[in-house]
């Protein structure tokens, strides 16, 4: 380099995904984000960057525009750290496929990635802070292709009426997901506050932070260790396959389930919003009703979530049943939403440091119980 350290670029850690094809020089580090084992999806990266205090790098993704949504890196920027705490957006380019952006060091270690990461070990530790409460009854269901846990967590009494389930990280590169899982979690172990507490008199909450451990580890986008997209594979999940939903769907089976979230992240939409299941056989008027109660009251407490702008509403009897929200409305018959939230910001509401970001996340989290709340007697 003739100047500083020299550069390395590393990945070889828990969620970590990058190749380097060149950082010879500061002014031109050229890389490659890998893809999904046994898959064509890749756009998820995460990787460290050990260099020199004060230098300026220049960095650039070479095969961006080849990734899975490449729509996504419209006005789209990149999350840095230097501790692995605060995550900050920064000036980032995207032309002929290639995603380029800079950064003048700060320490002799700066962090990038697609979005603020959630590792395998930041969930352990959710799963450890939960269970040390007394209303938490923690469970693994069954173990993932590389053989981790998969932690479910049964917040209250089982013999409640009403049987609330909220899943994330089907696809586990969107870690929004189980920062999300982090604030909805806290808000409904509050023991001060009057929802959450009213909730629990009425109702048992199933919680699965994280549907996809390995992919988590392994810094996939969007599939399991077999390359396997868990959301699809509802109505046909196999213990070879994608356990994850094998397992997690035979525990919904003993349980019953009076209403379903599951929690999502969209590479495009700069918007928070709710995919609903209006394709499903047996949707109704009273279904349509509950679902636009849940979304107008879920505003109403935060004015980051919307309802103008989100997927195209399917065609009646037109529902693919591999993905969970539809096979759960259709098969279990009971309200089931798929919560989207963005990698990039929220158009309507922007944050200009740090974009949407885990804690925006955390408190959407936090706000959907007292959408859960507002829809409780109609469940």
Known sequence: MGVGNPVVISSGFDGGNIKCISCDSPEN??????????????QWFYFRLTGTRGQKYNLHIENAGESSYPEGWKEYRV???????????????????????????????????????????QHNALISCCAADDRVSAEVVGHSLDGRDIDLLQI?????????????????????????????????????DAVSKALLNKAVFYVVPNMNPDGTYRGHL???????????????????????????LQKMRETGISLSLDVHGDEALPYNFIAGTEGIRSWSRERKALQELFKSNLMAVNPDFQTT???????????????????????????????????????????????????????????????????????
Request: with cysteine; aromatic share 12%.
């Open 29 to 42: 580090i050229r890389l490659n984000i890998v893809h999904d084992a046994g898959s064509e999806f890749h």
């Open 79 to 121: 999350v840095a750290s230097n501790d692995q705490s605060d995550w900050y957006r920064i000036s980032t380019d995207y032309q002929n496929g290639v995603l380029s952006f800079s950064v003048t060091a700060e320490s002799d270690v700066t962090w990038f990635a697609y979005f603020e990461p959630y590792t395998l070990h």
């Open 156 to 192: 209250g009494d089982a013999s409640k009426p009403l049987k609330i389930w909220a899943i994330a990280r089907q696809h586990p590169g969107e870690s929004m997901a189980e920062w999300w899982m982090e604030g909805y979690l806290s808000r409904l172990l509050d023991k001060d």
């Open 309 to 379: 702008i989100g997927y195209p509403i399917c065609a009646p009897d037109s529902a693919n049943y591999g993905i969970c929200s539809s096979f759960i409305a259709e098969n279990f018959s009971c309200p089931a939403m798929t919560l989207e939230m963005p990698f990039k910001d929220t158009a309507e509401s922007p944050d200009q440091r740090h974009g949407w970001s885990g804690e925006r996340s955390a408190r959407l989290g936090s706000s959907c119980v007292d959408a859960i709340y507002s829809v409780l007697e109609q469940l």
């Open 222 to 248: 969007r599939t399991n260790a077999n390359g396997i997209n868990l959301n699809r594979e509802w109505d046909r999940a196999t213990p070879e396959n994608s356990p994850e939903v094998f397992y997690v």
